[in-house]
């Protein structure tokens, strides 16, 4: 896999397992994810802590995502940044983050898992 933008990557092959964790800063977790990605499903599904969860998929794939935040009008914190990192089979890790200020939710992307041409 090789990351050419923050939402798009190669992958090498039709059948690459990609690897996907999600981390917020701040508690409540609230990242959703297209279901199922196009034309992948979701394999491995889980919370892996409050704040994080873990999911695979074979690319290709294209998925639009969600990221939200729900901060205490009253709190001291202004934004919330989740980050989001991608395993493949193939080359280094790629990733991205997403910041949410406060009042600012949902940011919408769509990630893109292409076949590369050689």
């Known amino acids: 896999m090789k990351q050419t933008s923050p939402t798009k990557y190669q992958v090498d092959s039709t059948m690459e397992r990609i690897l996907m964790d999600v981390t917020v800063d701040e508690r409540p977790y609230l990242a959703s994810f297209e279901d199922p990605p196009k034309p992948s499903k979701w394999e491995n599904v889980k919370m892996t802590t409050p704040t994080s969860e873990h999911r695979e998929f074979i ?21 919330i940044t989740y980050t ?15 910041v949410v200020p406060k009042g600012g939710g949902p940011i919408l992307e769509t990630l893109v898992f292409s076949v590369s041409k050689k």
């Open 59 to 79: 690319g290709p794939a294209t998925f639009d995502a969600s990221f939200n935040e729900a901060l205490p009008a009253n709190g001291n914190t202004d934004h």
């Open 84 to 98: 989001i990192t991608f395993h493949g089979e193939t080359g280094p890790p790629g990733g991205t983050s997403v």
